[in-house]
């Protein structure tokens, strides 16, 4: 059985003082870790402080980019290497904004992952298509060949630790969710996508997450699917009464 996991990616929102209030009314929560990972992806600049005010509970603390060098002149970046050291665990690579505005291609976000696990972070590999793309019925084979590209050269053990993301990009802070079965069967597209690059075993543990308008009232239908293992949630993830919900979803699925 796949622990679930669930990943709050907090983008460009809240300043110190919000995240900190968060995080003190979320740990006061009996969130059971046997049942689901719990996961907060904030702004870079936060994560020192989120990692001290988190150490001992129930939540791990994620980057929402990292660059692929250890260190060098790459103004305004922050290194895996620099993530590790701060005690971040998790790190988002590839999203859907940082391809479409920080021209992260397929070869970056492998680099990347390379990277995130050579400085011991559990990468969330975003993958995903656009709205023409599906209308074009292209879903599945951009999904898996950017699947692919991400995983390129990882040995199996990596890929079994690695969280793969499905996120249609027409999905993301629109309101419109994809339906739990579309969504379920991309996912299972995606395990056997890896199943024929990596082998069964890997392909029956690594987690897939569905992210993309994921709010309390949907995820449990989402997380009732086979191939659905968590969720990676932008906009319901910024208040902790709404976040709750969604891991009392991940406990009880
Ligand atoms: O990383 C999270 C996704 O972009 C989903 O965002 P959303 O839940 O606001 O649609």
């Not at 001290?52 to 260190?71: L, V, W, Y």
């Not at 620099?82 to 005690?87: A, F, K, R, S």
């Not at 987690?207 to 949630?233: C, F, M, T, W």
Request: net charge negative; charged share 25%; glycine share 8%.
């Amino acid at each position: 059985m796949r622990k679930r996991v669930i990943a709050g990616n907090w983008k460009m929102y809240k300043t110190l003082s919000e995240a900190k209030d968060f995080v003190e009314q979320l740990r006061e929560k009996q969130v059971d870790s046997s049942k689901v990972e719990t996961v907060i992806c904030a702004p870079a600049l936060f994560l020192d402080q989120l990692v001290q005010a988190t150490k001992d509970s129930f939540i791990s603390i994620g980057a929402q980019t990292m660059h692929e060098e250890k260190e060098g002149a790459f103004t305004g970046e922050v290194s895996g290497h620099q993530l590790q050291d701060l005690g971040v665990s998790y790190v988002v690579i590839g999203h859907s904004e940082r391809r479409q505005y920080f021209n992260e291609t397929d070869d970056t976000v492998n680099k990347k992952v390379i990277a995130a696990f050579e400085n011991n972070l559990t990468p969330i590999i975003c993958v995903g298509e656009t709205l023409e793309q599906r209308e074009q019925n292209e879903t599945e084979s951009i999904v898996s060949a950017q699947v692919m590209a991400a995983l390129e050269g990882l040995t199996e053990e990596s890929v079994e630790n690695s969280i793969i993301a499905y996120e249609p990009i027409w999905a993301i802070g629109t309101g419109k969710t994809a339906t739990a079965d579309d969504a379920n069967d991309v996912c299972q597209a995606i395990r056997e996508t890896i199943l024929d690059g990596f082998g069964e075993e890997v392909a029956s543990s690594v987690r897939i997450q569905y992210g993309g308008s994921v709010k309390p009232e949907n995820i449990e239908e989402l997380l009732s699917k086979e191939h659905i293992d968590g969720a990676l949630v932008g906009g319901a993830s910024l208040q902790a009464d709404s976040f709750v919900k969604l891991l009392e979803a991940g406990e009880n699925a």
